[in-house]
C-alpha cells in the first residue's frame, strides 16, 4: 500500500499549480497565444499540457499550503511574471499599431478603421496591415517557439517562491520598455511622415502662389497618393527593424 505524506501532496500540486498559473499569465497578454480568435479551452488546455511537460523539471519547489496567505502570494506572484513576460511581447506589436496610426493621420486615412474582433475596438486599416505583417514575421522567425523556450528557461532564472521584492531593478526595467512604443512607433512612420511634410510644404508654396487653386480638392489625393508610393518603397525595408524589435522583445521576455 502506498503512502503519501502531506508535504508530498503538497509538493506534486505545488509544482503542477504554480507553473501552470505563470503559462496561463504568459499565454493571457502575449500576441498569437493570447488572440480573441483562439478559444479559451484551446489556451487552458495549451497551458494544461506545458505544466505537465515542465512540472517533472522543477527542483525546490516550496511545500506551501496553497490557500495559506504565502500560497497565494506566491500564485499571484506566478501570475505576475506570466503577464510581465507576455507584455514584453505585446509592447513591440503595440509601436507597430502606432506606427501605422501615425502614418494613417498622416496621409489622411485616420478615418479609414474598421471593427477589430481581436482588440474589440476600431482599428485603422493601416495599424492592422502592419500588424499582420509583424504577426507574420513573429511566426516565421519561430519567434512563438523562443518566447516558449523563454518561459520554461524563467522557472530557473525566476524560482518560484523566490520572492517579487528582490527584483525591484527588474520591474523598472520592465516598466520601462514602454518606451518603445513611442520611440520605435514614430521610427518606423519616420519616413512617411517626413515624406508627407515635404508634400504638404510643396503644397502651401503652390497654393501661395496660385491662390485660385482648390487646396482641398486637390491635396487630399495627392497626401494619400504620395503616402501609398511611400509605403510601397519602405515596404521591403520593414522587415529588419520590426525582426529587431521582436527579438529585443524577447530578450526583455527573458526577465533576467
Known amino acids: 500500500m502506498v ?57 525546490n519547489v516550496p511545500t506551501i499550503d496553497p490557500v495559506s496567505l504565502d500560497g497565494m502570494l506566491i500564485t499571484i506572484e506566478q501570475l505576475i511574471i ?54 507574420m514575421l513573429f511566426l516565421t522567425l519561430d519567434l512563438h517557439l523562443a518566447l516558449l523556450s523563454t518561459l520554461v528557461e524563467s522557472f530557473t532564472t525566476l524560482p518560484i517562491g523566490l520572492g517579487i521584492p528582490n527584483h525591484a531593478s527588474m520591474w523598472m ?24 511634410l515635404v508634400t504638404n510644404i510643396a503644397l502651401g508654396i503652390l497654393t501661395r502662389a496660385a491662390p485660385q487653386l482648390n487646396l482641398f480638392g486637390i491635396g487630399f489625393p495627392i497626401t494619400m497618393s504620395v503616402g501609398f508610393i511611400m509605403v510601397m518603397v519602405i515596404l521591403p525595408y520593414l522587415a529588419e527593424p520590426i525582426k529587431k524589435l521582436l527579438e529585443l522583445g524577447i530578450v526583455f521576455a527573458g526577465l533576467k
Open 82 to 135: 506570466g503577464v510581465a513576460m507576455g507584455f514584453t511581447i505585446q509592447v513591440v506589436f503595440a509601436s507597430v499599431d502606432l506606427a501605422g496610426d501615425l502614418m494613417g493621420m498622416s496621409m489622411g486615412l485616420g478615418f479609414a478603421s474598421f471593427y477589430d474582433p481581436q482588440t474589440r475596438a476600431t482599428t485603422p486599416a493601416l495599424s492592422q496591415f502592419l500588424t499582420l505583417i509583424t504577426t
Open 173 to 196: 526595467r520592465i516598466a520601462g520598455t514602454g518606451s518603445i512604443i513611442f520611440t520605435s512607433g514614430v521610427q518606423l512612420a519616420l519616413p512617411i511622415i517626413a515624406a508627407l
Open 3 to 59: 503512502h503519501l505524506s502531506t508535504a508530498q501532496m503538497l509538493a506534486w500540486i505545488n509544482s503542477f499549480l504554480w507553473p501552470l498559473t505563470r503559462i496561463l499569465g504568459m499565454i493571457a497578454v502575449a500576441p498569437v497565444f493570447g488572440s480573441r480568435s483562439v478559444p479559451v479551452m484551446i489556451k487552458v488546455s495549451f497551458g494544461v499540457v506545458l505544466a505537465v511537460l515542465i512540472a517533472p523539471t522543477l527542483n
